[in-house]
Each structure stands twice: as C-alpha cells, then as structure tokens.
C-alpha cells in the first residue's frame, strides 16, 4: 500500500467514529465521471456513505541521514447531500479536528509515526447532478512522519496534576549539570559527580487556574519558594516521574493579539536555598 492510499484508509477510519455519519474515501481515481456516476447513484439510493476524494499528496524527505522522515500534504474533497451539510460540518469542525490536530497515527507494517494537523474545514460550492444537491468541503492536511525519532508531543508534562500545554515556539529541556569546585591556591578545579544540579526549562501557555495563577504571583509580585510537582513521562516510561520542584527564575509574555505563555525554570526543592 503506497502512503497516498494509507493516508487516505487512515484518515476514512478516524472520519468513521462518528456513530450515525459515514464516509468512504477514495484515492488514485483515474475515471472522475465514473466517480461522480456510481456517487450519484448510491444518493439516489439514500445511502448512509459521504463520497470523498483525497487528491493532491506531495510528499518530500526531511533531509536527516537514514531518518525516514517526512513531511506530506494532501487534500480531500467531500461530497455532502444538502441536507446533511449543516450536520457533517459541526462534526468535522469539532469532534473529527480533536481527532486530527497534534495526533498521531502509526503504521504497524513499517513502523513510521505520522504527526498531523489539518486546516478548518470550508465549502466549496454546492452543485446539482441528476436531480441530486449536494456540497462540496474541502480540507487540507498536513503530515510530518518518522520511523525513527519520537516526537516531542509524547512527552506528558503535569504541574499539581494538571497537564500544561507547550507553547508552539517552546523550549523545553531537562538540564543536568554537574557542581564544579577549585580548592583554595590550588591550579585546576574539579567536578563532583555525586552533586548535581537539574533544572527543568517549559514555556506553555497560560490559563486562568492553578498552578498558573500561583506561577503568575511568583513571577510578577517576587513570592517564593512554593513547592510544586512536576509530573513528566516520557514514552518510555512504565509510570510517570514525579519531583518537588520550585520555580528558580521565570517570565511572563504577553504579545499582542496572541495567548500569554509562562517561561519557567523549576529546580528540585532542596537544590535552591529556602528561607
């Protein structure tokens, strides 16, 4: 199965949790006419199946060595009866977009992860064949895909136990350093191994509840010193990693005509000096 065709099956299984709604898509139709015929025949037929057309894949190699690693596009164009319009569009503006958006897919014959996203569904024009009306919504999708790297969207991050969510232009590191010392009148220094230092590093996007509200004091009025925990797990974890951290330094941006984004850097309660 070529990825055109494994894209479009992928993506008529996500479109098909509805539980009353049913789509079929189809790809690499050599015959439009013939297409448009047996559509209009089976909406004649008031058949429980929305025709879709997936069209236009590109697809190009991120270009990292042995990666295989992707970034692709496709659109798919869905033929709606009139009177299913308004229906299908709030179900594809909502349930089937959080299905979509910053989700992933994974083909269990190759291995390859596929991250995707897509653009907000938009009719096209409404059109009339042998006495059957019906729509015509266009969605464009986009895809970024590995075999062999994890994206950064499997990593779960918890504040108190509420998942926050990463700013886009995000940084996000986990930092550790080892204590450097020099003994007095001596020439060279050394590391000390066994004493460590490690600092968390998130920028996510602010809400108006804790542990945001609690971040936000500390950042803007100098509090200190408030213990939170800071809940990670990686897809390699059997359980999630817990720690009591405090907020070291921190930022908040506020641009216009944009969401607010804390910048936080939390080290382990203990490593910082407490009052």
Not at 203 to 228: A, M
Request: negative net charge; hydrophobic residues 40%.
């Amino acid at each position: 199965m070529d990825r055109q065709t494994y894209l479009a099956k992928r993506i008529e299984e996500i479109l098909n949790e509805h539980p009353t709604l049913k789509f079929r898509v189809l790809d690499h139709v050599a015959d439009l006419d013939e297409f448009y015929g047996d559509m209009i025949a089976h909406y004649k037929e008031e058949t429980v199946h929305f025709w879709c057309l997936l069209t236009d894949y590109m697809g190009e190699y991120i270009p990292i060595k042995n990666a295989r690693s992707t970034i692709e596009s496709c659109n798919l164009w869905l033929h709606i009866p009139v009177n299913f319009i308004d229906e299908v569009m709030a179900y594809l503006k909502t349930d089937f977009a959080d299905s979509v958006v910053a989700n992933e897919i994974k083909d269990a014959t190759t291995g390859i992860t596929t991250l995707m996203t897509m653009n907000i569904p938009s009719v096209v024009e409404e059109q009339m064949k042998d006495g059957v009306t019906y729509v015509i919504v266009v969605i464009s999708f986009s895809f970024k895909s590995s075999g062999k790297f994890v994206f950064g969207n499997k990593v779960s991050v918890k504040l108190n136990g509420v998942e926050v969510v990463p700013y886009d232009g995000r940084q996000i590191d986990q930092v550790k350093s080892n204590m450097a010392i020099q003994p007095l009148e001596a020439m060279t220094g050394g590391v000390i191994t066994t004493d460590n230092v490690v600092k968390y590093t998130y920028s996510f996007y602010y809400e108006p509840r804790e542990p945001f509200l609690s971040l936000l004091d500390e950042i803007r009025f100098g509090k200190q010193n408030v213990i939170y925990e800071l809940e990670t797990r990686f897809p390699s974890d059997e359980a999630p990693a817990k720690q009591k951290v405090i907020l070291s330094s921190g930022s908040v941006s506020y641009p216009i005509g944009n969401f607010i984004v804390l910048n936080c850097i939390f080290s382990l309660d203990g490593e910082e000096l407490i009052d």
